[in-house]
């Protein structure tokens, strides 16, 4: 009863919150101090250090350095050379857009490095042609989520381990891993044409230009050689390492890079270069949507603490009709992502108990771990969620943020119900 009351807490947040426009995640953090210390009897020190803190740093310094970029000018003349080359099919943009962000996803980092690298360039992109918000959501998350997928990418390693302990053998692992790929990536494309429709993004407004967009400045070509030369770094050693895994100094750089703390490298190095201003990229740092994630963040731990994910888990077990399966798991993988992650926490928590779901009901144990892994994914353009809060951070202008916000949440929930209908009429089979 308690861990359900806290899962009710985070609801409750957000309303409060978009109701007197308080920031949602301060009321977090206090509805975690409240039933962490008082209800639960953690220590003060234990419900702080919930501060989900690479989260955190990961926000920061990626828009810390993007400040950079987008302060001294780089981000919006890239914008218009990139909207200059495809002028006359503008319908086109968004479509390459996500392209991109699927093959460097694909090449072996994951949506991870598309989440911290994409939104600053793909936001410039969707402000000056006039995209809709909600169609560079999903070229940002469907697009790395998609490419995740390829068999030297993240997704695909995490699904596997995920198999793996599940029990399944060798033998099973690879049919079942490129049928949930096939999945996934399907789900990926299949929304992004549906938000593409809705959303009418073939009338985005096509530019007019007299002239071929001014040439980049050179400490504009510095800034775009540390952000292309570090996205080529993070997307290499991953690929090489997938290619020559039993070489040593690949694989100890490898496990090394993380999104993050390279970003730290890459501005020391623009500061040094003096490529902009530190006050003016300081005040690009989204510290509302920071606090509003990673507050919610930390009251979604104290939920996991007081076994809302077992209770869920159990509940799964014991109560799915043959019929409602699919539809349920994919409505709770939804769920759980909306507020969690996908790959570290909904994969590793469902996906060991679907053997015993597919044996008492019948149904293939591919098709209800594409139901969790797709629901999960479609949940991930939440503004609670890495790739949804890295898109909120890309909005700069405060009015149009609020507006954001509210536009990902409900894109999120239709997104889950969509995942739902796609394993229903058994798209993911």
Known sequence: MVSLLIVLSIFVAVAIGYKLKINVGVLAIAFSYIFGCFVLGLKTKEVIALWPTSLFFFIMMASFFYGIAVTNGTLGLLSEHTIYLFRNRPWFIPIIMWIICFALSGLGPGPTTIFAFMPAIVLNIADRIKLNKLVAAVIIVGGGVAGGYTPISLCYATVKNC??????????????????????ILAQILIFVVIYIICRSWKVERPEYTKKPEAFSPKQKQTLVLIFGGLAIMVLFPLLN???????????????????????????LALIFKLGEQKKALNFIPWATIILVCGTGMLVSVAQSAGAIEY????????????????????????????????????????????????ATGISATALISAIMVGGHFAGVSPFSTGGAMTMAGETDENRKDKLFVSLMVLSLGSIAFASFLTLIGVLS
């Open 312 to 359: 869920l888990s159990a509940w799964l077990g014991e109560n799915l009709s043959p019929l409602a399966t699919k539809i349920i798991v994919s409505l709770i993988a939804g769920a759980m992502s909306f507020f969690s992650s996908t790959l570290g926490v909904v994969g590793p928590t469902l996906i060991p108990i679907i053997p015993g779901i597919a044996s």
């Open 163 to 184: 198999l793996v302990a599940a029990g399944y053998s060798d033998a099973e692992i690879p049919a079942m891993l490129s049928k949930v790929s096939f999945n996934n």
């Open 242 to 268: 997938t290619l020559v895994p039993d070489a040593a100094l690949i694989s100890r750089i490898n496990s090394a890079l993380e999104p993050s703390l390279f970003f730290t490298v890459l501005l020391v």
